[in-house]
């Protein structure tokens, strides 16, 4: 089955200790799906039905959020539709502090992304670099 719809029929919690739905539109998970390809590298600002995309669209990703307990319900529902998580990278803090070190140790930011996705986003993403590059 098909990621997007998956997650649309599962409804997954992953926000609010489990108690909250705060995910992406359908047409932003559906131009995650269409943009992101095996071996690209991305980094998001917060965690949800858009990481379990990433993941399921194999790319590097690396996720950024406040609270671990998320990262622990997109993990746990990755594993529960039989998804690797092997290429997701939580890190648990405030983005303005750990951007700068990630960029100063490894990741170069790009922007756009492309004309097509960044006009569908409804919460910009940082960027994505393919694997080409």
């Known amino acids: 089955m098909d990621i997007v719809d998956r997650l649309l029929r599962d409804r997954p919690i992953f ?21 992101v390809r095996e071996g690209d590298h991305s980094l998001e600002i917060g965690c949800g039905a858009s990481s379990v995309v990433f993941a399921a669209q194999s790319a590097r990703h690396t996720v950024i959020s406040l609270d671990g307990e998320e990262h ?21 803090g405030w983005s303005d502090q750990v951007l700068p070190r990630l960029v100063r140790k490894q990741h170069r930011l790009m922007w756009p992304l492309s004309t097509e996705l960044t006009a569908s986003l409804t ?7 393919s694997a080409a590059h």
């Open 15 to 35: 926000h609010a200790r489990g108690t909250e739905r705060w995910d992406a539109s359908a047409s932003t998970l559906r131009a995650i799906q269409q943009a």
């Open 72 to 92: 622990d319900r997109v993990r746990g529902y990755l594993k529960q539709i039989g998804i690797d998580d092997n290429q997701l990278v939580f890190i648990v």
């Open 123 to 129: 919460q910009p993403l940082i960027g994505i670099t």
